[in-house]
């Protein structure tokens, strides 16, 4: 199994700034992508980034050119910068990885929120 614990997540003005970072520990050799996904209230979890092995990323159109997400293999973390923050991208934070033959794993979230 696969844990990932969330970090970074607290209150910011809009047009500010946040760096959350997610500690992956545990069977992470066949992980194959990681990445974050957000939730706000009354609404469904949605994917934010996704990062793969080999580092190619993807973005929901929502956040491309405010958004970068990272990884460092030799610290086994996963980073999101989040630039130009709006109300919108006010949510709970979540960590994911996709591991092959077992499927996904979560951390437990972090609180972004966004004042105008």
């Known amino acids: 199994q696969v844990q990932l614990v969330e970090s970074g997540g607290g209150l910011v003005q809009a047009g500010g700034s946040l760096r959350l970072s997610c500690v992956v520990s545990?069977?992470?050799?066949?992980?194959?992508?990681m990445g974050w996904y957000r939730q706000a209230p009354a609404n469904q979890r949605e994917l934010v980034a996704i990062?793969?092995?080999?580092?190619?990323?993807n973005y929901a159109d929502s956040v491309k050119g405010r958004f970068t997400v990272s990884r460092d293999n030799a610290k086994n973390t996963i980073d999101l910068q989040m630039n130009s923050l709006k109300p919108e991208d006010t949510a709970v934070y979540y960590c994911?990885?996709?591991?092959?033959?077992?499927?996904?794993?979560w951390g437990r979230g972090t609180q972004v929120t966004v004042s105008s």
């Open positions: 994911h990885s996709f591991t092959y033959g077992r499927g996904d794993d």
């Open positions: 545990g069977r992470i050799d066949r992980v194959a992508h």
């Open positions: 990062i793969t092995n080999a580092g190619s990323t």
